[in-house]
């Protein structure tokens, strides 16, 4: 039997991306794609090159159908779905923030609005699949991380969990325009995107900082940390240059072994760059000790729509099933 699947937010960037997946994929039925303004289109109607999957509103879901929904909605949108899908007994993946910080009044501070369902916090897993892969087939709400915290955790986990992270990491991410979503915005226009890089929300202002620093805290890491992000004048794509103290011994070789069985995550030879990532599930990670500055440069490559969202999402469900993590992602 397939697992029944549902795809809330179909019509944005991430939305898409799986539709695409989940329809491809052997064990699972695209049971439903909803959106909120073009329900009744087809979705390449709406996105062209985009599967002619029909799009219905979010209301006409019969969550009693489905077994797993993904969340592909703004944050605050997404926690109220998800309450109804819990409720329904659907297992629910949300690609928003709405469940990747463990407390409500940080929430509240970082996002500026009362969480929803914050019952619920407690009961989610953080969806990073290379490091809670064997939680996450335990829970029946999974926080998909945020595209940034993506890219940098998985460049510092082996320093992380080996306690080999110390003091200050700076962060200067760049990222395609993509990470902001579809919905419009001046800052997004072409015009504005086009022969510029943008940095944004410098220092500790971006959202993304308190997920990275619960998740530093939570492999017992002590690090502060510098997140400068940037918008580049691409579509998709990330990469995060990692400054941090220079540890002693092989990094190439601690890298190599802690990510051996992965399949999605490529530690490289030469450095690692937007293209060694773009359309697929991949983290590329190149390692580069600069002994006279006394500090280790870890680049981390992603593509943000797939690893930082859409894919990792699949990764998460396939987890949850028991099936080989990259089925439908290869
Ligand atoms: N883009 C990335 O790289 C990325 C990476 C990781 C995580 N995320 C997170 O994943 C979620 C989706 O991101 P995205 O970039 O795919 O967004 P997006 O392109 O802006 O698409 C959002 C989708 O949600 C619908 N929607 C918007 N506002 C809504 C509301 N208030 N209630 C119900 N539906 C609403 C939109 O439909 P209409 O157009 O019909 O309103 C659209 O289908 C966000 O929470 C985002 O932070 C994004």
Request: hydrophobic share 40%; proline share 6%.
């Amino acid at each position: 039997m397939k697992e029944r699947v549902a795809i809330l937010g179909a019509t944005g960037y991430s939305g898409r991306e799986l539709v695409e997946r989940v329809l491809s994929h052997a064990h699972l039925e695209l049971k439903a794609a909803a959106c909120r303004n073009d329900a009744g289109k087809r979705l390449d109607q709406v996105m062209p090159g985009a599967p002619p999957q029909p799009l219905i509103e979010l209301n006409q879901i019969e969550l009693d159908r489905v077994d797993t929904v993904f969340l592909c909605l703004p944050h605050g949108a997404s926690a109220q779905w998800a309450e109804r899908a819990l409720q329904a007994n659907c297992r629910v993946i949300d690609l928003s923030a709405d469940f990747r910080l463990n407390d409500s009044a940080l929430y509240r501070q970082v996002y500026g609005l009362e969480h929803p369902c914050p019952q619920r916090l407690a009961e989610a897993v953080y969806g990073l699949s290379e490091l809670h892969r064997n939680e996450i087939p335990r829970h029946r709400l999974i926080a998909n991380p945020g595209c940034y915290p993506t890219s940098i955790l998985l460049g510092l986990a082996p320093l992380l969990r080996a306690g080999l992270l110390q003091g200050l990491v700076i962060a200067d991410s760049k990222s395609g325009v993509s990470g902001a979503g579809r919905s419009a915005a001046v800052a997004n226009l072409f015009g504005e995107v086009s022969d510029n890089v943008r940095p944004y929300q410098v220092g500790d202002k971006h959202r993304h900082r308190s997920e990275m620093l619960q998740q530093i805290q939570a492999y017992g890491g002590k690090s502060e940390l510098l997140f400068v992000p940037q918008v580049v004048p691409c579509f998709r794509g990330m990469l995060s240059n990692l400054y941090v103290k220079l540890p002693d011994g092989d990094m190439a070789a601690l890298y190599r072994d802690f990510y051996a069985k992965d399949p999605f995550v490529q530690v490289l030879e030469e450095c690692a760059t937007m293209a060694h990532t773009r359309g697929s599930n991949r983290c590329a990670i190149s390692l580069h000790p600069l002994p006279d500055q006394g500090k280790l440069l870890i680049i981390s490559s992603i593509d943000n729509l797939v690893k930082g969202a859409a894919g990792q999402a699949l990764q998460n469900l396939n987890l949850a099933l028991g099936l080989p993590e990259s089925e439908g992602l290869l």
